[in-house]
């Protein structure tokens, strides 16, 4: 396994350093610039548009965040783009306008998310875009038919399983996500501890960062079980908290 320790080496701003959509949206440039700025790791969503192109949003339904009727599927990059998020001047950006934006000033952590019969070649875009990209970056999902295509179609790009739960069907399904490569696993920082989680932190000495710590009691959870935390609603110091 190649060196993760960028991946943990700081605390990951969840959906970007955001004020809970008051005045800096989830997800937009903006939000990814103040992550970049303040020196935090980033974890974003990607989309495919109708025509194909990765776009940073975390819903496949639009209303949420652009006030607007139907899906991200439905839309081109271009159409998206024109839309305005939560009112602001901010628009649905593209992957490519974040990596540009970012420039490897921080790591970025991508979701890639899954839509049923309007993902096909989801994986395979956002890979081509992180194989020319210099700074650090890995490729997480929920969902595991994306899973199986991160190592035909983002080689060499670290790809991890996003998880939560404790009953034993779901820490089935996680373990046997064991068998397609997975470098980490982003964990939601509640369902600690779990025996899928130290299994794979203290026998395949793989990192595991937590979703979404919102407060100290889950900041606590995540130090005492896993290694660094995805965060939203504050600010926690650079410095990992052991």
Avoid at 36 to 60: F, K, T
Avoid at 91 to 118: M, N, S
Avoid at 144 to 170: E, Q
Avoid at 220 to 228: E, P
Wanted: net charge negative.
């Amino acid at each position: 396994m190649s060196d993760l320790s960028w991946l943990t080496a700081h605390p990951v701003a969840h959906r970007g350093l955001h004020d809970s959509n008051k005045t800096r949206w989830e997800n937009t440039l903006s939000a990814f610039d103040a992550a970049a700025r303040r020196g935090y790791s980033i974890e974003c969503d990607a989309h495919l548009s109708s025509d194909g192109v990765p776009v940073v949003i975390h819903d496949d339904n639009l209303k949420r965040l652009t006030g607007e009727d139907g899906f991200v599927w439905q839309r081109t990059a271009a159409e998206l783009g024109a839309l305005r998020v939560g009112g602001t001047t901010d628009h649905v950006p593209t992957l490519a306008e974040v990596l540009a934006l970012v420039d490897g000033r921080v790591p970025l952590v991508i979701e890639v998310k899954g839509t049923p019969g309007r993902d096909e070649g989801l994986v395979a875009r956002v890979g081509e875009q992180l194989a020319r990209y210099k700074g650090k970056a890995a490729i997480m999902s929920f969902d595991h038919w994306l899973i199986r295509d991160f190592a035909k179609h983002a080689p060499g790009i670290p790809g991890g399983l996003t998880a939560y739960g404790r009953d034993n069907s779901l820490l089935e399904a996680h373990f046997s996500m064991l068998a397609h490569d997975i470098a980490f696993t982003s964990y939601a920082a509640g369902d600690l501890p779990n025996p899928f989680v130290s299994f794979v932190r203290e026998r395949l000495n793989m990192p595991v960062i937590t979703w979404t710590v919102l407060d100290q009691s889950a900041v606590d959870l995540t130090f005492r079980y896993a290694d660094q935390m995805t965060f939203e609603g504050f600010e926690p110091d650079l410095v990992r908290t052991a």
